[in-house]
Every structure is written in C-alpha cells, then in structure tokens.
C-alpha cells in the first residue's frame, strides 16, 4: 500500500513538473510578438515631434550620444519598417518623414547581392508614404543634430547591405507644416497691426 502510495505521489510530481510555467504576459505582449516590438511600439508612444527612429544594417555603428538608444533584433530589415510603420499609423500624436540613402538606388547586385530583392520590398513597403532620397552622411548630419536635444531609437538589424537604413523623422500628427505656416503667418499680421 505505501509503495503504491509512493508511486502515485511520484507519478502527480512528475506531471506537475512537465506542465509548461506560466508567464506573465503585458496586455501588450502576446506569446507571438517579440519583445523588440513591443519596445518599439511603447517608444514610439512616447516619442513625439523631432523624435528619430533608424532602422539599419548590422554595420551601423553604436553612437556615443546618450540620447541615442540602440538594440539589436533577431528579424529582417523590412520586418522592422513594416512594425515601425504600422506602429506609427496607430498612433495618433505623431507621423513621420521617412529618409533612405540615396547611395542606395545605386547599389548594385554584383557588389551587394540581394540590394535587387531589398530596393523592390523596400519600394511596396513605403509605397504613398513620404519618402525622401538623402546623401547617407547628410540624413546622419540631421539626426545627429536633432540628437543634441532629442531622443533617438537606433533598431540594428542583421542586414549586410550597404546604404539601406530607413530613417523615420517623427512629426506631430495632428497638426503639419501648412497649419503652422498659417499660424506664423496670422502672428505676423497681429504683430503688424500692435
């Protein structure tokens, strides 16, 4: 009787060790999604007007400014545009003015296989969005000029061609250049009429 006793004891532990733990999982965060778009996503909630969010290749380097943050992500580089973009569209307190290499629509595939592949995805992917062709170091000129006083969200990707980075200069949503040149204008006027 105790043996059998022992036996059962031993049979409902070992079940009980093999079930999987549970885990504590955000309302966010869902088993599915991984934790570098979760980040993402609560970066860019907190993230506003002059805010700058890089997606680049694996040879980007990590920059001394503080207010730049960098991680590093087990996905492609146009996983990484697709979640900043859809990220940014649900939110409604910014926008964004999106910059690529203009070096990279002279990149060609003898010297950097798969630039073909990536330009055509990269092309469907912002396809009606506004999107601005820079010289890399002029796109890195601003960033890091804005960097002296805002933050910015370096996502490093795996990627291994040149001049691919996707650069997302956040703007207020709700409000665009024409609304402000409006208001400046107005200001002007009163100002004349005082």
Not at 49 to 65: E, K
Not at 75 to 84: C, F, I, P, S, Y
Not at 161 to 170: A, G, H, M, W
Request: glycine fraction near 2%; aromatic fraction near 8%; include cysteine.
């Amino acid at each position: 009787m105790i043996t059998k006793l022992l036996a059962a004891v031993i049979i409902i532990s070992s079940l009980s060790c093999s079930q999987p733990a549970k885990t504590n999982v955000s309302a966010e965060e869902t088993p599915t999604s991984p934790r570098w778009q979760q980040e993402v996503t609560e970066t860019i909630k907190l993230f506003g007007h002059r805010n700058w969010i890089v997606i680049a290749d694996g040879a980007y380097p990590q920059q001394s400014n503080a207010a730049i943050k960098t991680i590093t992500i087990d996905a492609t580089q146009l996983e990484a545009v697709d979640v900043v973009i859809k990220s940014i569209e649900k939110i409604k307190h910014v926008s964004a003015n999106i910059y690529t290499d203009k070096e990279m629509a002279f990149v060609v595939e003898e010297s950097a296989p798969g630039i073909e592949d990536y330009r055509r995805h990269l092309d469907a992917l912002l396809k009606g969005k506004p999107v601005k062709n820079m010289l890399h170091e002029d796109v890195i000129r601003e960033l890091d000029a804005s960097a002296k006083l805002f933050n910015v969200l370096v996502i490093k990707t795996n990627m291994a061609i040149p001049y691919t980075s996707v650069f997302f200069q956040l703007e207020c949503g709700y409000w665009n250049a024409k609304a402000e040149e409006k208001l400046r204008e107005n200001l002007l006027k009163q100002r004349f009429k005082n």
